[in-house]
Protein backbone atom coordinates (compact mmCIF):
# COMPACT_ATOMS: atom_id res chain seq x y z
CA UNK A 1 0.00 0.00 0.00
CA UNK A 2 1.21 3.33 -1.09
CA UNK A 3 1.71 5.79 2.02
CA UNK A 4 2.94 9.54 2.92
CA UNK A 5 3.56 10.42 6.52
CA UNK A 6 4.64 14.03 7.44
CA UNK A 7 5.84 14.78 11.07
CA UNK A 8 7.73 16.96 12.96
CA UNK A 9 5.01 19.46 13.07
CA UNK A 10 3.58 21.43 16.12
CA UNK A 11 3.82 24.90 17.97
CA UNK A 12 6.80 27.27 17.93
CA UNK A 13 7.40 30.89 18.59
CA UNK A 14 8.80 33.22 15.69
CA UNK A 15 12.22 33.56 15.11
CA UNK A 16 12.52 29.66 15.99
CA UNK A 17 13.08 26.15 13.95
CA UNK A 18 11.38 23.44 13.02
CA UNK A 19 11.83 20.39 10.74
CA UNK A 20 9.23 18.44 8.88
CA UNK A 21 9.91 15.25 7.52
CA UNK A 22 8.12 12.94 4.65
CA UNK A 23 8.53 9.49 4.74
CA UNK A 24 7.08 7.01 2.15
CA UNK A 25 6.41 3.49 1.19
CA UNK A 26 4.46 1.38 -1.11
CA UNK A 27 6.12 3.03 -4.48
CA UNK A 28 9.65 3.91 -5.62
CA UNK A 29 10.26 6.63 -3.68
CA UNK A 30 13.73 7.06 -5.30
CA UNK A 31 12.10 8.11 -8.62
CA UNK A 32 9.60 10.57 -7.75
CA UNK A 33 9.54 14.48 -6.98
CA UNK A 34 8.65 15.34 -3.18
CA UNK A 35 7.24 18.62 -2.56
CA UNK A 36 5.76 20.65 0.16
CA UNK A 37 2.12 22.41 0.58
CA UNK A 38 0.72 24.84 2.61
CA UNK A 39 -2.56 25.64 3.22
CA UNK A 40 -4.99 27.71 5.39
CA UNK A 41 -7.79 28.61 5.80
CA UNK A 42 -9.66 30.73 2.96
CA UNK A 43 -6.81 30.23 0.86
CA UNK A 44 -5.78 27.07 -2.15
CA UNK A 45 -3.06 24.95 -0.98
CA UNK A 46 0.36 26.08 -2.41
CA UNK A 47 3.40 25.04 -3.49
CA UNK A 48 6.23 25.93 -1.10
CA UNK A 49 9.20 23.59 -1.98
CA UNK A 50 10.09 20.83 -3.96
CA UNK A 51 12.81 18.18 -4.54
CA UNK A 52 13.52 16.29 -8.23
CA UNK A 53 13.39 12.87 -8.15
CA UNK A 54 16.25 10.45 -9.07
CA UNK A 55 19.40 12.59 -8.29
CA UNK A 56 17.38 14.98 -6.27
CA UNK A 57 19.38 17.55 -8.18
CA UNK A 58 16.95 20.31 -8.54
CA UNK A 59 15.49 22.11 -5.63
CA UNK A 60 12.59 25.08 -5.67
CA UNK A 61 11.45 27.46 -3.18
CA UNK A 62 8.91 29.93 -3.03
CA UNK A 63 9.82 33.33 -2.49
CA UNK A 64 8.05 33.92 0.33
CA UNK A 65 10.41 30.70 2.13
CA UNK A 66 13.66 31.41 0.16
CA UNK A 67 16.14 31.62 1.94
CA UNK A 68 14.38 30.46 5.40
CA UNK A 69 13.60 26.82 4.51
CA UNK A 70 15.55 23.84 3.22
CA UNK A 71 14.35 20.93 1.57
CA UNK A 72 16.59 17.75 1.77
CA UNK A 73 16.89 14.12 0.80
CA UNK A 74 17.49 10.80 2.95
CA UNK A 75 16.77 8.28 -0.19
CA UNK A 76 18.22 5.49 2.43
CA UNK A 77 15.14 6.39 4.20
CA UNK A 78 12.75 7.57 2.31
CA UNK A 79 12.47 10.57 3.69
CA UNK A 80 12.39 14.43 2.46
CA UNK A 81 12.54 16.90 4.98
CA UNK A 82 11.80 20.45 5.06
CA UNK A 83 14.21 22.71 7.60
CA UNK A 84 12.58 25.63 8.65
CA UNK A 85 14.45 28.59 10.24
CA UNK A 86 12.91 32.10 11.16
CA UNK A 87 9.95 30.64 11.08
CA UNK A 88 7.07 33.86 10.92
CA UNK A 89 3.66 33.90 12.20
CA UNK A 90 2.43 34.04 8.45
CA UNK A 91 4.46 30.28 8.12
CA UNK A 92 1.31 28.62 10.25
CA UNK A 93 -0.71 26.36 8.08
CA UNK A 94 -1.38 22.79 7.66
CA UNK A 95 1.55 21.41 5.72
CA UNK A 96 1.21 18.80 3.19
CA UNK A 97 3.87 16.42 1.45
CA UNK A 98 2.96 14.85 -2.16
CA UNK A 99 4.84 12.73 -4.64
CA UNK A 100 4.93 13.03 -8.46
CA UNK A 101 6.90 11.11 -11.08
CA UNK A 102 10.61 12.13 -11.74
CA UNK A 103 10.14 15.94 -12.09
CA UNK A 104 8.91 19.65 -9.73
CA UNK A 105 7.95 21.02 -13.06
CA UNK A 106 4.73 20.38 -13.61
CA UNK A 107 3.75 20.81 -10.00
CA UNK A 108 5.55 23.78 -9.78
CA UNK A 109 3.85 25.48 -12.61
CA UNK A 110 0.97 24.29 -11.26
CA UNK A 111 0.23 22.29 -14.40
CA UNK A 112 0.14 18.84 -12.22
CA UNK A 113 -1.43 18.27 -8.82
CA UNK A 114 0.72 14.63 -6.34
CA UNK A 115 0.23 11.45 -7.58
CA UNK A 116 0.10 10.59 -3.91
CA UNK A 117 -0.41 12.89 -0.55
CA UNK A 118 -0.14 12.76 2.89
CA UNK A 119 -2.47 13.91 5.32
CA UNK A 120 -1.03 16.84 6.38
CA UNK A 121 0.30 18.00 9.75
CA UNK A 122 0.17 21.74 11.83
CA UNK A 123 2.67 23.58 12.12
CA UNK A 124 1.39 26.86 14.17
CA UNK A 125 4.05 29.83 14.77
CA UNK A 126 3.01 31.93 17.79
CA UNK A 127 4.31 35.37 17.57
Known amino acids: QVQLVESGGGLVQAGESLRLSCTGS????????IAWFRQVPGKKRQIISC?????????KYAASVQGRFTISSDNAKNAVNLQMDRLESADTGTYYC???????????????????WGKGILVTVSS
Open 51 to 59: ISGFRRSEK
Open 98 to 116: GATEYTCVGLWSSLATPKY
Open 26 to 33: GFPWNDYA
